[in-house]
């Protein structure tokens, strides 16, 4: 039906960046959002940015900690977002899954994920 897949994740320095991608494909008629949540260990998985549009206008949200270090973006077709994380720090550390809020040939609108991609903040 749908599927999202994530790449861009790994090791990385405190203080460093990193830019993950996901892409969305399949049998989708129509993509009202895309995000991406993470997950730490041993902690539950938590909002990090989502991107919609309406009309020409595109709305952005980000978790009030990642503000400002992070930046969600969308290519023109509108099947691929973007995570751009600077300034990393340890906390940081989590996997990272993207999600596709679509319509599909096969159902109303839904909500799929990715399969998650690490990401290490370590020195």
């Known amino acids: 039906q749908v599927q999202v897949v994530e790449s861009g994740g790994g090791l990385v320095q405190p203080g460093g960046s990193l830019r993950l991608s996901c892409v969305a494909s399949?049998?989708?008629?129509?993509?009202?959002?895309m995000g991406w949540y993470r997950q730490a260990p041993g902690k539950e998985r938590e909002l990090v940015a989502s991107i919609s549009s309406t009309g020409n206008t595109v709305n952005t949200n980000y978790a009030n900690s990642r503000k400002g270090r992070f930046a969600i973006s969308r290519d023109n077709a509108g099947n691929t977002v973007y995570l751009q994380m600077n300034s990393l720090k340890p906390e940081d550390t989590a996997v990272y899954y993207c999600y596709v809020d679509a319509v599909s040939s096969y159902t109303l609108r839904a909500r799929y994920w990715g399969q998650g991609t690490p990401v290490t903040v370590s020195s």
């Open positions: 399949g049998a989708i008629l129509n993509i009202n959002a």
